[in-house]
Nanobody
Framework: QLQLVESGGGLVQPGGSLRLSCAAS????????IGWLRQAPGKEREGVSC????????VYTNSVKGRFTISRDNAKNTVYLQMNNLKPEDTAVYHC???????????????????WGQGTPVTVSS
């Protein structure tokens, strides 16, 4: 059974960078669509980015385009989210999530994912 563990969150100043990791065990990620989703205090969970299981096509929510990059390393069974030029509004708990299947596209809807990690907190503040 697939399990996901996130790491890499922390406190960073505005304009700084973090790289989040999502390490998988129990299954290989190359058969899964992977998403990064976040939940800020008092707000609903929202999709940030995702990568498909065929061709590694990516999708980003508008607010992070040009700043965040999702990538997968199948050899390490890990998906990353590189976050640059961080803003206070990026403050949230970041979760990676997975859904099994071979798809050329992915979606940012939380309801599309059925396996979730516990999350890693990101705080952007001066």
């Amino acid at each position: 059974q697939l399990q996901l563990v996130e790491s890499g969150g922390g406190l960073v100043q505005p304009g700084g960078s973090l790289r989040l990791s999502c390490a998988a065990s129990g299954a290989t990620l190359d058969n899964y669509v992977i998403g990064w989703l976040r939940q800020a205090p008092g707000k609903e969970r929202e999709g940030v980015s995702c990568v498909s299981s065929i061709d590694d096509n990516t999708v980003y929510t508008n607010s992070v385009k040009g700043r965040f990059t999702i990538s997968r390393d199948n050899a390490k069974n890990t998906v990353y989210l590189q976050m640059n030029n961080l803003k206070p509004e990026d403050t949230a708990v970041y979760h990676c999530a997975a859904t099994r299947g071979l798809f050329k596209m992915c979606m940012l809807l939380p309801s599309e994912y059925d396996t979730w990690g516990q999350g890693t907190p990101v705080t952007v503040s001066s």
